[in-house]
């Protein structure tokens, strides 16, 4: 045991090489060894950026050892396994191990411990071993008895902390892989070998800004005199060479210049900013936080801090996390379990983790954490002492109960099975489910609601009575719809007569069918400016019609449903600018360039004349890829004046302190598809519903009514 420390001990006092030999992958296409160059990556500032970042992180998490019994994982606190790796020999702890050897797989895909055994046989203690020192052995020809005990796969290991070669047994060995290397299936895969040309273009990148500073900050200088008359000795050129490199580099970069003849002076070649340094650095930087998967602002790397903020940090070292750290984690586990608790244990029966509940990046946030219990709450999930218990509150007897919402269905695995109707009051009966008739705020026509759920009374009128404030809220957003289309046409049969001249001198029966339009249509499409079109016209017109479906749908549901929804500004700001946003789904880009091409065609087909063919371009471009300027207008306000009654709905209902959950109501009023028909009364959260409402098809039907 005591050769073996000496072993170790002489292993700690080897330097890193200068050098690393025997390190040489060509990358392709390239007959330079960047490799050599480059080496483990080590002295390379952009490899160990992120490097340092995870040996100083990986170590956060302590492990955790349980085992595994007939009624679950039982933790294990305390146990020789957990105990050496807390403290693997008396010079250093296992904060420190871990961070070497994260170092070490992070930049050569390999790590490595050495076991040090008592007399008995038990590991007593650990020793890091540097990857450049140890190599795998195996036997060039292995014997069929090496076959069969693993031998011939790993013999031993070659440990050179010197001049001389220990060999190891492969049971006195920790080894962790990255993967496999192809090239070697006995060690891993470095991460960095795809990365040695980037890695290399960095340093000299740097390389070739200290050696712009270093004189004088530009590549050089020539000077020249003016006039050929008196031309100067080749000791006037010496000497002023050497009074330019005396006055004007190191600390005197900068002094003022007075000559005593009239001179040139000329920067040779180009100046530090036409190479954009800066910019040619950020590639390699980005490359090794891809590859290394921490992204850059976490490593404090100049491609990270460019396009991002402090303010996204925290998602950002959470990535890290799940990219890299609790990865390696796992490995790492894995590694500790299958080749050192089984010098204690039957590794079958236990498990090796990590405890990741103190890494304060991965803690919810206290207000995120305070809300998620909140709506456990009053979801009926959890009992009151179990929220104030989360809260860090006082928790006593009188708290051991659930607040279940009333107003909620239940649902067995099998499918939903609605609970018994609730009769309607005699003198609703006769209506069939349509609101008093006395009630001259809501004109109920010939609409009735399928059976296919029980609804209550109050229920029901106020579906009516959204579905009527829709259908009044429709009409005069389709004929403002209409209006702005036709003036589109308008703006496009002006746009057309603008290049009309190109048909009208070609002889319009000589030019191929086809063979200008895309010119043509590209000209019009300049003119028309549809962006501008746009924020002139359309978006003002939907922000103000969501807004106006706001305000009815608030005061319906206060009416209808007694709930206190409040409409503030902010919430009334925030479904008008939702409005602005769906201008977006017209793509009056798409659609106006394919109404002007369709009409182009048709019209060359039928050979109009110039006139003709702008009557058509306007009609079409109006129309769009309805029919008709009414059809396309009418769909448009039906399937937006929807989409803003049940985005103000889900707004009133988030807005309420009753409001507990979301019911679906589809394919209620007519005939409908299939996926309408199967989320019918389905029960969500308000998440699920606004979910639900985006992915709503043209002239949809969908409602939702709040379970409080």
């Known amino acids: 045991m005591f050769d073996r420390l000496k072993w170790a001990l002489k292993a700690m006092t080897i330097t890193f090489p200068t050098s690393t030999t025997g390190w040489s992958l060509k990358l392709p296409n390239t007959v330079y060894d960047y490799s050599a160059t480059v080496g483990d990556g080590r002295r390379s ?78 590991p007593v203690q650990l020793w890091w071993i540097p990857s450049y020192l140890i190599t795998p052995r195996w036997p060039e020809h292995p014997t069929q008895e090496q076959v069969d005990d693993g031998s011939a796969f790993i ?15 492969v049971d006195d060995v920790v080894h962790v892989r990255e993967g496999l290397d192809p090239n070697n299936i006995r060690i891993g895969a470095s991460p960095l070998t795809s990365l040695f040309r980037e890695i290399f273009t960095d340093g000299e990148a740097a390389n070739m800004t200290a050696a712009l500073l270093k004189n004088m900050g530009v590549p050089g200088l020539i000077v020249t005199p003016k006039s050929e008359d008196n031309l100067p000795t080749q000791e006037d050129v010496s000497e002023t060479k050497g009074f330019f490199s005396r006055a004007f580099s190191g600390d005197k970069r900068g002094e003022p210049l007075v000559l005593g003849a009239p001179t040139d002076v000329h920067q040779f070649g180009f100046n530090p900013q036409q190479l954009q340094l800066k910019e040619l650095r950020r590639i390699p930087e980005e490359r090794v936080s891809a590859v290394l998967g921490i992204p850059a602002i976490v490593a404090g790397l100049g491609a990270g801090l460019d396009r991002s903020t402090f303010a996204n940090m925290a998602e950002a070292r959470e990535m890290a996390y799940e ?101 309607l009051p005699p003198e ?101 400016n549809i962006t501008s079109f746009t924020a002139d016209n359309v978006t003002p017109v939907y922000q103000a019609h969501y ?30 600018q939702t409005g602005g946003k769906r201008v977006g789904l017209l793509d009056l880009t798409a659609k106006t360039q394919a109404s002007m091409f369709r009409a182009l065609s048709q019209g060359r087909a039928a050979g109009e004349s110039t006139r003709e063919l702008a009557r058509r371009v306007q009609s079409q471009v109006s129309a769009g890829p309805w029919a008709t300027v009414q059809q396309r207008a009418t769909v448009i306000a039906r399937t937006e004046t929807k989409f803003a009654t049940v985005t103000s709905s889900l707004e009133a209902y988030e807005s309420s302190p009753v409001v507990r959950g979301i019911q679906l109501l589809d394919a209620q009023l007519g005939p409908t598809d299939d996926i309408c028909e199967a989320r019918n009364g389905r029960i969500v959260s308000i998440q699920e519903a606004q979910d639900a409402i985006a992915e709503e098809h043209p002239n949809g039907t969908l409602a939702v009514l709040p379970l409080t």
């Open 45 to 122: 500032d952009i490899v160990m950026a992120p490097v340092r970042w995870i040996m100083r992180t990986l170590p956060e998490a302590p492990y955790t050892l349980a085992k595994v019994t007939p009624d679950g994982d039982e933790a294990v606190i305390e146990h020789p396994f957990l105990a050496l790796l807390d403290t693997p020999n008396p010079f250093y702890d296992g904060h420190i191990m871990m961070m070497a050897l994260a170092a070490d797989l992070a930049l050569t895909g390999n790590c490595y411990v050495q076991k040090l055994r008592s007399n008995g046989g038990e």
């Open 155 to 169: 013999s031993h290991y070659d440990y050179q902390p010197g001049t001389a070669t220990i060999k190891l047994e």
């Open 547 to 576: 807004k106006l479906s706001a305000e009815t749908v608030f005061g319906t549901v206060n009416e209808a449903l007694d709930l206190e929804a409040f409409l503030d500004d902010p919430v009334a700001e925030r479904i008008m």
């Open 428 to 528: 609703e009966e006769e209506v069939e489910g349509v609101v008093d008739e006395e009630d001259d705020d809501v004109e109920i026509r010939s609409l009735q609601l399928k059976e296919s759920l029980s609804l209550t009374a109050q229920q029901r009128r106020f579906i009516l009575m959204m579905r009527r404030n829709e259908e009044r809220l429709e009409a005069p957003f389709a004929a403002r719809m209409e209006e702005i289309f036709d003036k589109l046409g308008d703006d496009a049969r002006v746009a057309f007569d603008s290049v009309s001249p190109v048909l009208a001198g070609a002889g319009m029966g000589e030019v191929k069918q086809g063979e200008d339009d895309p010119a043509l249509v590209r000209q019009m499409m300049t003119r028309l």
């Open 323 to 423: 990219s890299n750290i609790i990865p390696t984690q796992r490995l790492f586990a894995a590694a500790f379990r299958r080749q050192l608790l089984r010098d204690f244990e039957d590794i079958t029966l236990w498990k090796v983790g990590h405890d990741l509940t103190e890494v304060r990046v991965l803690q919810e946030d206290e207000n995120k954490r305070a809300e998620r219990l909140r709506m456990a709450l009053s979801t009926g999930a959890i009992t009151v002492a179990e929220y104030r218990e989360g809260l860090g509150y006082v928790v006593d007897d009188t708290h051991d109960i659930y607040l279940r919402p009333m107003a909620v269905l239940e649902v067995p695995v099998g499918g939903l099975v609605a609970p018994p109707p609730v009769p």
